[in-house]
């Protein structure tokens, strides 16, 4: 059984920084491309940045790119997205995902694991 649990949320100001982690407790968490979504109060659940087994490949939605980073520590079976620049329209629950897809898709139908999610909120 895969389980995810997200760490890290908050509240910050525009501008701010925050990075929110990931743990998967899973053997062979090598095996598994990790995403992050997320879902703002009366909105559709979106794609954020997913990263690949090695960490090596990873892919953005283009309403983060340059301001989100997404890692891996295959160490220490945890993803984090680092955050920086927040902006009010970044306020969301952001769940991880976790997949045995081969390259780190945003398709939420390839990701059967999920988390609880952790909440963020971003003042203006």
């Known amino acids: 059984q895969v389980q995810l649990v997200e760490s890290g949320g908050g509240l910050v100001q525009a501008g701010d920084s925050l990075r929110i982690s990931c743990v998967v407790t899973r053997r062979f968490f090598e095996a598994y491309a990790v995403a992050w979504f997320r879902q703002a109060p009366e909105k559709e659940r979106e794609f954020v940045a997913a990263?690949?087994?090695?960490?090596?490949?990873?892919n953005y939605a283009d309403s983060v790119k340059g301001r989100f980073t997404i890692s891996r520590d295959n160490a220490k079976t945890a993803v984090y997205l680092q955050m920086n620049s927040l902006k009010p329209e970044d306020t969301a629950v952001y769940h991880c995902?976790?997949?045995?897809?081969?390259?780190?898709?945003?398709?939420?139908?390839?990701?059967?694991?999920w988390g609880q999610g952790t909440r963020v909120s971003v003042s203006s």
């Open positions: 990263v690949g087994r090695r960490g090596t490949d990873t």
């Open positions: 995902a976790a997949s045995t897809s081969s390259v780190p898709s945003s398709r939420q139908d390839l990701y059967p694991y």
